[in-house]
């Protein structure tokens, strides 16, 4: 029978590297592309979205794990998000792996 020990320390260190940070990047740049292309209707909208990186807080121990974001600075952003759900294909592009 095959055992399993978790290794918690080394998915602790997998989830701070600039590996998996590289991964998150790329997956919030094919989230921008989906974006920017459901919102040709508002081009100051469209130009608005930004990709950034930071950290994020996960579990009990006050650990961090890197994290990508990605945001619209435009003035109208969230009456444009609340009308028109222009991040959902954002979404569906992150989750899939591709714009």
């Not at 290794?7 to 921008?32: C, F, N, P, T, Y």
């Not at 469209?46 to 990186?53: N, R």
């Not at 579990?59 to 952003?77: D, F």
């Amino acid at each position: 029978m095959a055992q399993y020990k978790p290794d918690h320390a080394g998915v602790a260190e997998w989830a701070q590297s600039q590996e998996m940070l590289d991964l998150l990047m790329e997956r919030a740049e094919d989230g921008k592309r989906a974006a920017e292309a459901a919102s040709g209707r508002w081009p100051d909208y469209q130009a608005s979205f930004q990709t950034g990186s930071g950290t994020a807080p996960v579990g009990r121990r006050h650990e961090t794990r890197a994290a990508a974001l990605l945001i619209n600075t435009h003035p109208s952003a969230g009456r444009i998000e609340w009308n028109h759900n222009i991040m959902n294909n954002a979404v569906a592009a992150i989750e899939s792996g591709g714009g």
